[in-house]
């Protein structure tokens, strides 16, 4: 069973940056494609960003790109999202969890774990 810690998250002016970790466990962690995903208020998960195991392949949402950053440290069993000039339609919890693949962006674990809240303020 994986289990995944996020962290970082916080209340940003708009044009802000934060840099949220996310940590795993349970799993071999350099094995999969990892990925951000958001949850605003009243709205569905979406799919914010991913990249492959190499740390070379990425995606990004079209709304995100050029001010979001994924990157990883497989030795360390994390996966970052840097974010800067943010919005505050990026306003969300965000979570990470495993992606099935770059171009559809399903996530690949059923257990998600309690995400961190970003809030931009205008």
């Known amino acids: 069973q994986v289990q995944l810690v996020e962290s970082g998250g916080g209340l940003v002016q708009a044009g802000g940056s934060l840099r949220l970790s996310c940590v795993a466990s349970?799993?071999?962690?350099?094995?999969?494609?990892m990925g951000w995903f958001r949850q605003a208020p009243g709205k569905e998960r979406e799919f914010v960003a991913a990249?492959?195991?190499?740390?070379?392949?990425?995606r990004y949402i079209d709304s995100v790109k050029g001010r979001f950053t994924i990157s990883r440290d497989n030795a360390k069993n994390t996966v970052y999202l840097q974010m800067n000039s943010l919005k505050p339609e990026d306003t969300a919890v965000y979570y990470c969890n495993g992606v099935l693949s770059l171009i559809g962006g399903q996530a690949l674990f059923d257990a998600w774990g309690q995400g961190t809240q970003v809030t931009v303020s205008s």
């Open positions: 990249m492959h195991w190499d740390g070379v392949s990425k």
């Open positions: 349970g799993r071999t962690f350099s094995n999969y494609r």
